[in-house]
């Protein structure tokens, strides 16, 4: 159902890998609440084809763009104002990776060659896109920018490994140039932290179904899905929101003011 809530709205979309990515929901709920759009991958993940599919379902054109270099962030920024005739209302990041994580390579043993990729692709992006954004001055005034976060920045769940150390850094990233950005053009900067969710990021983990059956036992709403997720960041990209900045907002069904709850008491009284 459609509400008209970004109408006349135009956004970039990154991290659209494949119809379980939280950017590929989001991308469908933002074209069916009027926006347009333009669609962004890894070259690497855009090799797959699948965005292919997104890109028509939506009607949006695909620019590949690492957000590792500085040259292609550049190039999307000047492709996107090219486009568009100008500059844009939303953004959505929505990137995750680690390779310690990929490789198996526990939190006490990370090769911190993968720890910098890692973190320049997951949290430093975010820092790039927005400075990129600033200096074309691609995003229009009253603009919205939303980046994926997890509850790991703020707890230890040791698994996540190094990405706990990159949410941490997103979310400052999100703090810090939301104030540059809403004193120099109104543009606001927040990160949403998700339910674990499954997609291909989410299924990396060590433990996963352990971790999404825990989290929904721990949550009052249970876990949010990545449909849920997308319909959150469409009311963060709308004029409904337009004083939120600089929080790292959680959209988690609760888990993240829970103590415990009778499900888990019950479970470890077993
Ligand atoms: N799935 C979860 O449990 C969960 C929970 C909380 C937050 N998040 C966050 O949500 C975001 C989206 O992840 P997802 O779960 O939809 O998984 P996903 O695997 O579908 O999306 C991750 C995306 O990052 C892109 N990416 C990786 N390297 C890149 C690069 N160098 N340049 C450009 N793009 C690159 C991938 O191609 C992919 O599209 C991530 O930030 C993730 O950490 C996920």
Request: aromatic share 8%.
């Amino acid at each position: 159902m459609s509400h008209n809530l970004l109408k006349g709205k135009k956004g970039i979309i990154f991290g659209a890998l494949d119809e379980k990515s939280i950017a590929w929901k989001t991308a469908i709920r933002c074209h069916e609440e009027g926006a347009e759009l333009l669609l962004t991958n890894a070259p690497v993940a855009m090799r797959m084809g699948e965005i292919k599919k997104l890109a028509e379902a939506v009607n949006a054109p695909v620019v590949p763009c690492d957000v590792s270099s500085n040259e292609d962030v550049d190039k999307l920024m000047e492709e996107a104002m090219k486009h568009f005739g100008g500059g844009v209302d939303f953004i959505l990041h929505s990137i995750g990776m680690s390779i310690n994580v990929r490789k198996g390579l526990g939190y006490t043993d990370n090769n911190y060659e993968f720890t910098h990729k890692g973190f320049d692709i997951s949290a430093l992006s975010l820092h790039r896109v927005l400075a990129s954004a600033m200096k074309h001055d691609a995003i229009n005034e009253w603009g919205s920018v939303v980046a994926l976060s997890y509850i790991a920045a703020q707890r230890v769940f040791p698994d996540y490994n190094d990405m706990a150390d990159n949410k941490a850094v997103l979310e400052s990233i999100a703090r810090n140039f939301g104030y540059q950005y809403g004193v120099k053009k109104h543009v606001r900067v927040n990160t949403v932290s998700q339910s674990p969710t499954r997609t291909t990021a989410g299924s990396g983990v060590k433990g996963f179904d352990g971790f999404i059956n825990y989290a929904e036992k721990m949550s009052p709403l249970g876990n949010a899905s990545a449909d849920d997720c997308a319909n959150y960041c469409v009311t963060l990209f709308s004029d409904m929101t337009k004083m939120v900045t600089m929080q790292n907002l959680f959209h988690d069904g609760g888990f993240s003011f829970t103590g415990v709850t009778q499900a888990v008491i019950e479970q470890m009284e077993k």
